[in-house]
């Protein structure tokens, strides 16, 4: 079963792009006027020169919304459309359940003409995270099985730079690290449900890590522990993009 169509039904209302994050990847993208993305779910950070998305979930397609670029029902391992197909293309953190990392790099350095660009995340950096290594070490240990260390993936594209992607402190897009200085956003289902690294994983996994935060939450713990980052206005929680031209 494709992830999304089982974990993806709320995907929509949990992650809505974030106008910061969006800004730099459009800088990324430069001055490609075709571009193309791949495993595209509901169509965040889709520029407008966007001309073909490229999905494999139905679940995640039906989200997207009117007046999108047109998709194609697709896995990026293999790609129905034309070498050179556009300037650009543009892979927002899906190369982690991609189930050939190699053969989907391919895919995008051949339908890409200029400049591939990926989103991603340093797992090294990520698992630091106060939520996975304070509360929820199996979500992190998860994410150890999947993650594509950027030095990899950077190595595949060739001729790429990486960029840190720092997390806004009010960002609205609600990725696993994006509640950083929110924690009680973690407590609510519908946010975990749009967070891959939570959704699959399931409650029953979660639960005593879930009843700490809570208690620490309502004890003023978590405040007093984590008093230096009620200070910060964004945060690396390891996101990167990784730029690549050919």
Do not use: K
């Not at 571009?35 to 965040?44: D, K, L, Q």
């Not at 990926?118 to 090294?124: H, Y």
């Amino acid at each position: 079963m494709i992830v999304y169509d089982s974990i993806g039904t709320t995907y929509s209302g949990t992650r809505q792009p974030d106008p910061r994050v969006a800004a730099q990847i459009v800088a990324a993208l430069g001055a490609a006027r075709t571009v193309v993305n791949v495993g595209a779910g509901t169509g965040s950070y889709e520029p407008p020169q966007t001309v073909l998305a490229v999905e494999p979930s139905a679940v995640m397609i039906a989200q997207r919304p009117v007046g999108s670029a047109p998709v194609v029902q697709a896995v990026a391992e293999s790609i129905p459309i034309e070498d050179d197909y556009a300037d650009a293309a543009m892979a927002l953190l899906t190369v982690h359940h991609w189930t050939d990392l190699e053969a989907g790099i391919a895919e995008l350095r051949r339908i890409a003409r200029r400049r591939i660009v990926v989103l991603t995340w340093d797992q090294a950096v990520t698992r630091r995270f106060w939520l996975l290594s304070e509360y929820l070490p199996e979500a992190a240990a998860f994410d150890d099985t999947r993650a594509v260390p950027v030095d990899r993936l950077a190595a595949l594209l060739g001729n790429a730079r990486v960029e840190q992607v720092p997390v806004p402190h009010d960002c609205t897009d609600g990725f696993g690290v994006a509640y950083w200085r929110r924690p009680e956003a973690y407590l609510d289902p519908a946010v975990r449900a749009g967070m891959s690294m939570l959704a699959q994983l399931g409650d029953e996994v979660l639960r005593s890590g879930l009843e700490r935060l809570a208690a620490d939450l309502s004890s003023g713990r978590w405040h007093e522990r984590h008093a230096d980052l009620l200070e910060l206005d964004v945060f690396d929680g390891g996101y990167r993009l990784v730029v690549a031209d050919l």
